[in-house]
């Protein structure tokens, strides 16, 4: 057996499992992710990544670092942070060094790690993972404002935080004599500043200037942008170690502000790039550590961790957001929340062995700490986000909403009945004429095109997870659903109409286009409002012990199809396709059609 194909076979199973296994049950993916690198590496030995890869293994770590923060920049749009522009400046400029400074403080006398040591460490701690910070906010779904300013500030710190350790490493080294001098030191700083910026900008102007031009053909352009961000990224960590990250950052913020045509397959592609490196670099920096580095954890490291979690966080954010526009649940929250990730324990062992190797024993604590920092803060922060949101009233307790788009006598009763259950529903139509019946009827409606970039900006997306593409274009509506499918998932976008079809049909969709049929017959547009006029509604069935599925299933009509349940616990489930739907005692059957027979709480909605 090849035992480095097998071991990189086991990392990508144990990563990408991981991530599955933790959207199965609904818990943070880097919780699943740090279980499994130490499963796989101190307690079974199954994975050990010095012996695989040696030499290569911090190179690889340095460029996957690189890729996670060059798509992390790709999230960055400067519209997002209108709210959180002053809170999120104060953070990085000016709270950055702060949290340096007391993390230094806490470094050196509560954790007792000696001073130059401790300046290297606190400056790694800066960073607050967005490795770790972004699916935390897909699962908590957390409202704009204090999204955007964790999703801002944990971007921009991480090649900050960087920095700054280079920054005490070099410090150390002049002071130690290992070096150059001070001026030189100061000198390469300064160089590789302005070559991060000057690479990052004017690679990512020159990237879209090709690709606007159509200089790059669009089967390559992803290709390309990686090279870019390799190359870059290397170049200017020859100036200054780490000084890369900043460059990729930018690069990707240049990006992710222009207009080019493709840049959502860009992203996605990035975003498929992103979880197999996060499952694979967590995995394997977890697997590094071994059993005699968990026993050298004390007291004092515990300590050092809760100053940091109960102390030093808050007061920094507390003080950085005085005076904005952020309410104090949220600047709670915010201050609650501040995960470390990849980047954290990454530089942490690039600097362990370079600090034992100029005399600084204590060195080799800081794989064992940071692995015990970004342990704490995942599972802490990862399982508590939305609890302290709800406790907080940051978010909603509420249903899966609907997002309605096309403006229809169907629509409209869909939308009433949705509002009765209380689930949060939208109506969205470029038509202003088309949404005066949905506005009359009090519903909430959007006036514009759902697909622009103002549609990001003005409706919260978060309250839907459920899209029904029902306009009287078939196109426009599979490419409603293609468009939103990677957001909200393939399976929670549907449309009316869908064309089906054998593969030699001139009239067939693609099976990679589109969403799901909204009923079992695919009724077209005209044909759903026709029924509306002859009198189908919307009907609701609570199903009970006294009136069970079965039931039901024995009275209904024929001609009366179901749409979904309204579980008990507040979740939607779409009777789509060949869906088989069990509801349970509690539940509600929203159906379309003629009434049941003898149903037992069933009420039609008015049509419009």
Known sequence: ??????????????????????????????????VAGLIAGPCTGLIAPDQIFGDLLRPMIGLAVAIILFEGGLTL???????????????????????WGLTFLAAHYVAGLQAPTAAVFSGILVVTGPTVIMPMLRQARLPSRPASLLRW?????????????????????????????????????????????????????????????????????????????LVSFELTNLVLE????????????????????SFNEIRRFKEIMTVLLVSGVFVILTATITIADLLTIGWR?????????FVIRPIIVLLMTVGTAMPLNERLLCAWIAPRGVVAIAVSGLFAAALMDI??????????????????????????????????????????????????PFAIALARRARELEIPSL??????????????????????EILGETAEHKIDFSRFTYLIAATDNDDYNSLLCTDFGPELGRSNVFQIGRHTSTAHDRYAMPSTIGGRALFRDNDSFDGLQARIQSGWAFH???????????????????????????????????????????????????????AVRKAQETEAAPTP
């Not at 990408?16 to 919780?31: C, E, F, H, R």
């Not at 909603?396 to 609907?402: M, N």
């Not at 969205?428 to 409606?445: C, E, F, Q, S, T």
């Open 1 to 34: 057996m090849d035992t480095l194909a097998f071991q990189i076979g086991l990392i990508g199973v144990m990563g990408i499992g991981a991530q599955w296994l933790a959207w199965k049950v609904q818990i943070p993916a880097i919780v699943v992710l740090v």
């Open 540 to 594: 609701k069935t609570r199903i009970s012990a006294e009136y069970p599925y079965e039931m039901f299933e024995a009275e209904r009509s024929e001609r009366l199809d179901i749409l979904f349940v309204l579980k008990k616990s507040g979740r939607l489930a779409f009777a789509s396709g060949k869906s088989q739907l069990r509801p349970e005692a509690g539940d509600v059957i929203i159906a379309f059609g003629q």
């Open 359 to 408: 005399g600084f024993a204590d060195g080799g604590r800081l794989v064992a700490l940071a692995f015990l920092v970004v342990a704490v803060t995942v599972v802490l922060h990862g399982f508590s986000i939305r609890p302290v949101a709800r406790l907080l009233k940051i978010t909603r307790k509420e249903p899966d909403g609907i997002l309605i788009v096309g403006c229809s």
């Open 301 to 309: 490291d515990i300590a050092f961790v809760a100053l940091m979690l």
């Open 427 to 448: 109506i969205a139509d470029r038509n202003w004429h088309a949404l005066k019946p949905a506005r009359d009827a009090g519903i909430g409606v959007y006036f514009g």
């Open 242 to 261: 780490e000084a890369g990250l900043l460059t990729v950052t930018l690069l990707g913020v240049v990006i992710a502000n222009s207009n080019i045509a």
């Open 153 to 229: 500030e944990a971007i921009l710190a991480d090649p900050l935080g960087a920095l700054f350790a280079v920054f005490a490493f070099e410090i150390v080294q002049i002071l130690h004599g290992d070096h150059g001098s001070s001026a030189a030191f100061a000198l390469r700083v300064g160089l590789a500043v302005c070559l991060a910026f000057a690479l990052g900008i004017g690679l990512g102007r020159l990237l879209i200037w090709s690709f606007i031009r159509g200089h790059v053909p669009e089967y390559l352009k992803a290709a390309v942008l990686l090279i870019t961000v």
């Open 77 to 99: 749009e400067f519209a997002q942070i209108r709210e959180t522009s002053a809170a999120v400046r104060r953070l990085v400029l000016f709270g950055s060094p702060l949290t």
